[in-house]
């Protein structure tokens, strides 16, 4: 058998040489590409994971059918609903605040009407006592006076003129005195009582005046407070609603976190099935990985100049050389020779795959 093997590996150099000698390339550069021999466990061990990748592709479970949203709390949905229906319901109270202001809008101040001394009957200030008073004066000087005419005819008997010329002048002195104290007497209490009405009046005047400014002032004062009260309802208004709005608010924060909560879990839940979907395909790809990174998967491409211009003697050395390999491998020796199976050889195609064949005619083993 290794004779076989020895001719076979001469007629190869032969022919190689031969092919070489017939070469009349001129130079230039050529390419030469090694390709390491893979071991078969490596081999084995691609199909098995493309196999394996494969199953899992068709066995993997589908897209995520769970809830993927969590859903409203009953509670958020309440508190929706009662913001939804508190829209307007401050309205009434704006209306009354706004009825309110709009009727001051047309404020006026109330007018003051000031009196006048000369325009004033003083008939209600007279003293209507000051006639009882008068009269019963009157008549005690009429009293006086009679009197007085007594003792001047007394007198005028005494010194026998009684009925003449001076009786009667000093009767008329006697009349003309009384009538002035009585005119003056009247006079003095008829002005007293006019002084006093003038100042009842005047005073009933400045009275009223200020009551009229008080009144004035004070109806001013009242509109501003109604004003003031219906900006304040308003307010008060507005203060309610947004102290409900701010509780309502506060309740959704806390319905909030029950509902992130729960979407966690439920993103959770949909992570971990994505992981255990991937899981197979994932271990797969992990094994693959170790088996691209073995030294036994790399290719070494080297560029070095063309065929020499002499075809003898690159012939020469060509043949020499499949000779020596030959006997490197025990072809040409008698020390001991080993003859292998027929194998097949797989070429990485990169992606983690083989897809390229080759099959060996026989494999050989290390000479003895």
Do not use: C, H
């Amino acid at each position: 058998m290794t004779g076989v093997i020895a001719a076979a590996g001469i007629t190869a150099a032969a022919g190689l040489g031969s092919a070489l000698l017939s070469n009349k390339g001129s130079g230039g550069t050529q390419t030469q590409t090694q390709q390491n021999m893979l071991p078969g466990w490596i081999t084995d061990q691609s199909m098995q994971n493309y196999g394996d990748l494969t199953k899992a592709s068709y066995e993997m479970p589908g897209p995520y059918t769970g809830q993927r949203v969590a859903n409203l709390t009953p509670e958020t949905l309440d508190l929706v609903r009662q913001l939804y229906g508190n829209v307007g319901s401050t309205n009434p109270y704006y209306q009354t605040a706004l009825q309110g202001t709009n009727a001051l809008m047309g404020y006026g101040a109330r007018t003051i009407t000031p009196q006048t001394l000369a325009g004033t009957d003083l008939s209600p200030y007279m003293n209507p006592y000051t006639q009882d008073v008068i009269n019963p004066s009157l008549t005690l000087m009429d009293q006086s006076l009679a009197q007085q005419q007594n003792q001047t005819a007394a007198n005028a008997r005494q010194v026998a003129a009684f009925g003449g010329s001076r009786q009667g002048v000093q009767e008329a002195v006697n009349n003309a005195q009384t009538n002035l104290l009585k005119g003056q007497l009247g006079a003095n209490l008829w002005s007293q009582n006019f002084g006093q009405a003038q100042a009842a009046a005047t005073g009933d005047i400045t009275r009223n005046l200020t009551a009229q400014q008080s009144n004035q002032q004070y109806d001013l004062l009242a509109a501003q407070l109604r004003g003031q009260m219906a900006n304040q309802y308003g307010n008060l208004a507005g203060n309610m609603q947004n102290s409900w709005l701010t509780g309502v608010g506060q309740a959704m924060q806390g319905q909030g976190v029950l509902t992130s909560n729960q979407q966690q879990q439920l993103d959770a839940a949909k992570a971990l099935y994505e992981e255990n979907r991937m899981d197979p395909i994932n271990r797969i790809m992990m094994r693959q990985s170790f088996l691209n990174n073995t030294p036994y998967s790399r290719t070494q491409t080297t560029t070095g100049p063309g065929p020499s211009t002499d075809p003898f003697s690159t012939g020469m050395g060509m043949a020499a050389t499949t000779a020596g390999l030959l006997g490197k491998f025990g072809l040409f020796g008698n020390s001991g020779s080993g003859v292998g199976t027929g194998g097949t050889t797989r070429y990485p195609t990169g992606m983690g795959g083989y897809d390229m064949y080759g099959t060996g005619a026989f494999g050989l083993g290390p000479g003895g």
